[in-house]
Nanobody, 128 residues
Framework: QVQLVESGGGLVQAGGSLRLSCAAS??????MGWFRQAPGKEREFVAA???????????NYADSVKGRFTISRDNAKNTVYLQMTTLKPEDTAVYYC????????????????????WGQGTQVTVSS
């Protein structure tokens, strides 16, 4: 059975940092990413990383997090990470891990419908 389990959320002051982790079990995924959903808003893309099973990796970021967030993965642990720095109050949201078995190359998916598997979410709250 496939599972995605997020961890690392919490409360942090503006300007601080957090690292989210998402451990996958049941299979490996070519593409793993993060989305977030703030109260009253739609779920939005944050970052994703695609891997061809060899030595090719492609990453994609939402404009709002470029230069502040970094996505990475440890394939041996089947885990994806999101290092978040210089956090802002507007980063407050529930962060969801997403995964898909398809490798799409340089065009890393940014839409929720392009991901087949989802975690339960972890809350990130940034205080001003």
């Amino acid at each position: 059975q496939v599972q995605l389990v997020e961890s690392g959320g919490g409360l942090v002051q503006a300007g601080g940092s957090l690292r989210l982790s998402c451990a996958a079990s049941g299979r490996t995924f070519s593409t793993m990413g993060w989305f977030r959903q703030a109260p009253g808003k739609e779920r939005e893309f944050v970052a994703a990383i695609a891997w061809n099973g060899g030595n090719l990796y492609y990453a994609n970021y939402a404009d709002s997090v470029k230069g502040r967030f970094t996505i990475s993965r440890d394939n041996a642990k089947n885990t994806v990470y999101l290092q978040m720095t210089t956090l802002k109050p507007e980063d407050t949201a529930v962060y969801y891990c997403a995964a898909d078995k398809t490798f799409t190359g340089r065009v890393v998916p940014t839409m929720t419908v392009q991901y087949d598997y989802w975690g339960q979410g972890t809350q990130v709250t940034v205080s001003s």
